[in-house]
T-cell receptor, first 114, second 112 residues
Framework: DAGITQSPRHKVTETGTPVTLRCHQT?????MYWYRQDPGHGLRLIHY???????DKGEVSDGYSVSRSKTEDFLLTLESATSSQTSVYFC?????????????FGQGTRLTVV | GENVEQHPSTLSVQEGDSAVIKCTYS??????FPWYKQELGKGPQLIID?????GEKKDQRIAVTLNKTAKHFSLHITETQPEDSAVYFC???????????FGSGTKLNVKP
């Protein structure tokens, strides 16, 4: 398995509280992504990063922010959690070097907002 | 942006039969099409991929075909086994954006 660790793996939080999910990689890959997975919607991109301090929005970025201060860490913050943000969150990494185009996924974080 | 549609959402086959999952994409700039398998409680894992300069690719019991003109690509699994039961996702990546756009997933159930 690619060296990706997501933490926490499970979290229950209350509506209105801030929440930060962490993605840590040991592969030194340039690109990192945050996706959310919901029934009937597949995987939808929230934000992605193409380098330290370089980030951009995905399809469903409202209510989320990200930061990448080091190559190995990509943080996803829910500024004020809502029930609609109950989901499974996946981090992915991609080297995008030469012919290497595969995206590797973490194990996921199940977030429940009550 | 890119829009990927995937069908069917669920597929049930008898062990030993073949399974076919189809996807369409909208952006002609997409040039890389991976397929991922997700087992319960795990993250998606790449099982096969194809680039736009190739029409078909095969790896043992799985194969992927691509029709660039029609903007659709398909996953074919032959001689299905119970361990093939999982959720399968197709994806597309435009050449000018290193972002992956996923289909909504197909839950494959292989009955022994």
């Amino acid at each position: 398995d690619a060296g990706i660790t997501q933490s926490p793996r499970h979290k229950v939080t209350e509506t209105g509280t801030p929440v930060t999910l962490r993605c840590h990689q040991t592969e030194n890959h340039r690109y990192m992504y945050w996706y959310r997975q919901d029934p009937g919607h597949g995987l939808r991109l929230i934000h992605y990063s193409y380098g330290v301090k370089d980030t951009d929005k995905g399809e469903v970025s409202d209510g989320y922010s990200v930061s990448r201060s080091k190559t190995e860490d990509f943080l996803l913050t829910l500024e004020s959690a809502t029930s609609s943000q109950t989901s499974v969150y996946f981090c992915a990494i991609n080297p995008e070097e030469g012919d290497s185009t595969e995206a590797f996924f973490g194990q996921g974080t199940r977030l429940t907002v009550v | 942006g890119e829009n990927v549609e995937q069908h069917p959402s669920t597929l049930s086959v008898q062990e030993g039969d073949s399974a076919v999952i189809k996807c369409t994409y909208s952006d002609s700039a997409s040039n890389y099409f991976p397929w991922y398998k997700q087992e319960l409680g795990k993250g998606p894992q790449l099982i096969i991929d194809i680039r736009s300069n190739v029409g078909e690719k095969k790896d043992q019991r799985i194969a992927v075909t691509l029709n660039k003109t029609a903007k659709h690509f398909s996953l074919h699994i032959t001689e299905t086994q119970p361990e093939d039961s999982a959720v399968y996702f197709c994806a597309a990546r435009p050449y000018n954006f290193n972002k992956f756009y996923f289909g909504s997933g197909t839950k494959l159930n292989v009955k022994p």
